[in-house]
C-alpha cells in the first residue's frame, strides 16, 4: 500500500512540474519557460536572440546567437544593456551587460497555434530603457496573443554614426531587425504565427517601429505597426549631423583630434565603458537628442537608412502597413521640468528653441521665424507662469504632435488608406494639474501607462488608487490596441465601440478618447497649419557622415610627413 501511494505522490509532482514549466525547441537549442506567478501565462526571459559585438568591434552590427544542447532555463530578468543611471532604474533591480541582446516571450498558456505576435520596443530617448520595463500581459486575457520585448543596444553604443567599416551607424536598430528574424525564424516554437507580427513601441521604441516600417532591411518580417507617440520625422529621431555629434561629446571627454576620422573612431573604439555611459543629453533647447538614429552611407552592405525619412515617404518607396498613431493631448508636460530654467532663456532668445530639424540662410532669417513662432503660441506676452500651458502646448508640437501629422499626411499622399489616428485627452482626479494652473492633461505616454504594466508599478498612478474611470478607460484602450493587434482595425465590424474609419489626406477624421470616445474631424488643424507652412519652407533634412578617406592612402601620406 505505502508504495502505490509513493507512486501516486510521484505521478502528482510530476504533474505539476510539468505544469509549472514549459520547454520548446528553437534553433539554438532547447528553452525552458515558468508559470507566470499571477498570470495564466508562460514567461521566457533573457532568450539571446544576437550577440552584441564587444571591444573594439562593438559598434558594428550583431553577430549570430549562441547555440546550446542543454536547456537553457529562461528564468533570470531583467538585463539592460549599457546606459546611464537614472531615477527610475533606481527603483528596478536590473544588471548591465555589455552583451545584452535578450529577448522576452509571453505565452499564454493554450494548445491553440499560430497565434497573432506583438514585438513591443521599449522607449528611454535611445538612450536608457530595457525590454521588460513595460510588459503587455492584460492583452493576453483571450490567449490569442504573443508578446515579446527585448533589449537592444542604446545610446553611443546603439547609434554612433561615422560612416567608417567599423562605426557604420545605427546599431541598435540592426540590433531591433535581427530581433524580428529572429521572431521569424522561432515563434512557431512557442506557438505563434511569424506572419501575423505586430509591432509596436512608446516614446523613443514608437519612432524605432516608424524607422522600421520605412527601412528595406526589415521589409517582410512583420505586417502591422503601433506607434504612441514618437515618429521618425521628429527633431530628436534622426541625428541632422552625426559626425558633428561625434565630435561634440569627444571634446567633452577631452579628445581634441576629432577633425581626424580614425582618430576620431580610435578614441570611440577604445574608450572606457564609463566614458561612453556618462551623459544622457536629452535636454537640448533645440528638441534634439545626441545618440539617435542617422542616415547611413550606402555602402549597400547590411545598412539600415540610406535616405531620410521624408525623402521615403515622399517616394512612397516602403511597404504600405496598418498603422495606428496616437498622441496624448498635452505631450509637453514632459518639458515642465525645465520650465524654471527655460523661462527666461526662452525670453532672451527664443530662436535657440527651434527644432533642430529647421534650417534658415541666415541668422537674420532665423530671428525673424523665432519671432513669428513666439508671437503664435504667446503673442506679445513673455514666457511665464501666466501662460505656462502654451509652453506645453509649444513642446507639444514641436517635439511629438507635429511630426506625427506631418507623418500621416504623408503616408495618404504615398496611397495608405489603412492609417488610423487618436488622440489621448483622459484624465481623472489622479492626475495632477499643471503647475500653476488649474487644468489637467493627458501626459507623454500616457495611453502606454494606461495600456501596459509597469515594472516594479512605477506608473503614472498607483493601480490601488485607479478610479472607476481610469480603469474603464483601461478597458476600452485595451481592446482597441487589441483589435488592431489581431486585425489591422482599431475598430472592426461588429465592435460595440463608435465606427472609426482611416484618415484621409485631410488628416481626418480622429478618435478622441475621453471620458467618452468621439469621432471628430480635423486634430489641431490651426496649429498644424502653421507648422505645415514652416516645414514647408524651412525643413532641414538629415544628412550622412561624409565618406571617410581610404585608410591606406592616409596611412602613407603620414609615413611620407614622417620622412
Not at 506583438?118 to 504573443?146: E, P, R
Not at 490651426?526 to 561624409?546: A, G
Request: aromatic residues 12%.
Amino acid at each position: 500500500m505505502e508504495w502505490r501511494t509513493c507512486v501516486v505522490l510521484l505521478c502528482v509532482t510530476a504533474v505539476l512540474a510539468d505544469d509549472e514549466w514549459r520547454e520548446v525547441n528553437t534553433a539554438q537549442g532547447p528553452v525552458r519557460g515558468r508559470k507566470h506567478p499571477t498570470e495564466d501565462i508562460y514567461t521566457f526571459f533573457n532568450i539571446p536572440y544576437a550577440t552584441a559585438p564587444v571591444g573594439v568591434h562593438k559598434f558594428k552590427a550583431p553577430l549570430p546567437p549562441p547555440v546550446w544542447e542543454e536547456p537553457f532555463d529562461a528564468v533570470d530578468k531583467p538585463v539592460k544593456c549599457p546606459q546611464p543611471l537614472v531615477p527610475v532604474e533606481e527603483l528596478l533591480s536590473t544588471t548591465t551587460k555589455e552583451n545584452c541582446l535578450i529577448a522576452n516571450v509571453y505565452v499564454p498558456n493554450t494548445t491553440n497555434k499560430n497565434l497573432t505576435v506583438l514585438v513591443f520596443i521599449h522607449g528611454g530617448a535611445f538612450a536608457m530603457g530595457f525590454g521588460d520595463l513595460f510588459t503587455g500581459t492584460q492583452l493576453m486575457t483571450k490567449k490569442d496573443i504573443i508578446i515579446v520585448t527585448f533589449n537592444y543596444r542604446l545610446g553611443i553604443h546603439g547609434f554612433l554614426c561615422l560612416g567608417t567599416e567599423d562605426v557604420p551607424g545605427n546599431a541598435g536598430l540592426k540590433d531591433q531587425v535581427e530581433l524580428l528574424r529572429w521572431v521569424q525564424k522561432n515563434i512557431a516554437s512557442f506557438g505563434g504565427n511569424p506572419n501575423d507580427v505586430t509591432v509596436a513601441g512608446y516614446n523613443s521604441g514608437s519612432a524605432c517601429a516608424d524607422l522600421l516600417m520605412l527601412s528595406k532591411s526589415a521589409e517582410g518580417l512583420f505586417h502591422r505597426v503601433l506607434l504612441e507617440s514618437e515618429v521618425s520625422l521628429a527633431s530628436f529621431a534622426v541625428q541632422r549631423d552625426p559626425l558633428e555629434v561625434a565630435k561634440i561629446f569627444a571634446r567633452k571627454k577631452n579628445f581634441t583630434n576629432v577633425d581626424d576620422i580614425y582618430a576620431l573612431e580610435e578614441f570611440y573604439k577604445t574608450a572606457s565603458f564609463e566614458q561612453l555611459t556618462s551623459f544622457l543629453f536629452v535636454d537640448r533647447t533645440d528638441s534634439t537628442f545626441f545618440f539617435t538614429p542617422c542616415v547611413e552611407q550606402d555602402t549597400g552592405d547590411g545598412a539600415f537608412l540610406t535616405e531620410s525619412p521624408l525623402s521615403i515617404f515622399k517616394k512612397g518607396n516602403y511597404k504600405k502597413l496598418p498603422v495606428l498613431y496616437g498622441f496624448a493631448n498635452m505631450e509637453g508636460q514632459i518639458r515642465l521640468n525645465l520650465f524654471n530654467f527655460w523661462k527666461r532663456k526662452m525670453n532672451e532668445k527664443f530662436s535657440n528653441f527651434l527644432p533642430g530639424n529647421l534650417k534658415f540662410e541666415s541668422e537674420e532669417k532665423k530671428e525673424v521665424v523665432a519671432k513669428e513662432v513666439k508671437e503664435f503660441y504667446f503673442g506679445d506676452k513673455p514666457v511665464d507662469e501666466d501662460n505656462i500651458l502654451k509652453y506645453v502646448e509649444y513642446f507639444s508640437d514641436v517635439m511629438y504632435i507635429y511630426p506625427t501629422l506631418w507623418a500621416i499626411k504623408l503616408h495618404v499622399e504615398a496611397g495608405n488608406n489603412q492609417v488610423y489616428l487618436y488622440e489621448y485627452s483622459f484624465v481623472d482626479e489622479n492626475v495632477p494639474y499643471v503647475n500653476h494652473t488649474n487644468v489637467r492633461g493627458a501626459k507623454h505616454c500616457a495611453p502606454t501607462v494606461a495600456v501596459l504594466d509597469g515594472a516594479a508599478d512605477v506608473t503614472q498612478q498607483n493601480k490601488s488608487l485607479a478610479t472607476p474611470e481610469f480603469k474603464e478607460m483601461q478597458k476600452i484602450l485595451r481592446e482597441i490596441w487589441h483589435n488592431f493587434i489581431k486585425t489591422g482595425k482599431p475598430v472592426p465590424e461588429g465592435s460595440s465601440l463608435p465606427a472609426w474609419p482611416p484618415v484621409s489626406v485631410n488628416r481626418s477624421p480622429h478618435m478622441e478618447l475621453d471620458k467618452k470616445l468621439e469621432l471628430r474631424g480635423v486634430v489641431l488643424e490651426n496649429r498644424t497649419r502653421f507648422w505645415d507652412n514652416i516645414y514647408q519652407r524651412y525643413h532641414r533634412d538629415p544628412v550622412p557622415p561624409p565618406a571617410p578617406p581610404a585608410q591606406p592612402l592616409r596611412a602613407q601620406l603620414r609615413l611620407g610627413n614622417a620622412g
